[in-house]
Nanobody, 130 residues
């Protein structure tokens, strides 16, 4: 499976916005969930936002009301709109689809467990200054 390619990160001041983009070849197996994760040095990868095949979304409590996940199904591109950014949002952001064994499981089952997702791309860095 081809690694996803994330883009759109950058440096912004608190209160600013960014839109992350994730491009990936469609997995060779059925996937019902896509997600965005983030990671800071020394910490585990954290699930941020998830979108299932039917359009249902779920978010980490820390980003609810500020982040929006969406997908262009025709082009298999995943987006993360991030508004009202805070310094604590600073991290490397990654997108991923489920691993083959978890492909048929909905987000409600596998999210936010990063071990159920992959492969991982290089990520895109988001830095928010106060």
């Amino acid at each position: 499976q081809v690694q996803p390619v994330e883009s759109g990160g950058g440096s912004v001041q608190a209160g600013g916005s960014l839109r992350l983009t994730c491009a990936a070849a469609k997995a060779p197996y059925t996937t019902l969930c896509m997600g965005w994760f983030r990671q800071t040095p020394g910490k585990e990868r954290e699930g941020v936002a998830f979108l299932d095949h039917g359009g249902t979304t779920n978010y980490a409590d820390s980003v609810k009301g500020r982040f929006t996940i969406s997908k262009d199904n025709a082009r298999n591109i995943l987006y993360l709109q991030m508004d009202n950014l805070k310094p604590e949002d600073t991290a490397m952001y990654y997108c991923a689809a489920p691993i083959a064994e978890a492909g048929l499981q909905p987000c409600t089952v596998i999210a936010p467990n990063a071990r159920r997702f992959g492969p991982w791309g290089q990520g895109t860095q988001v830095t928010v200054s106060s």
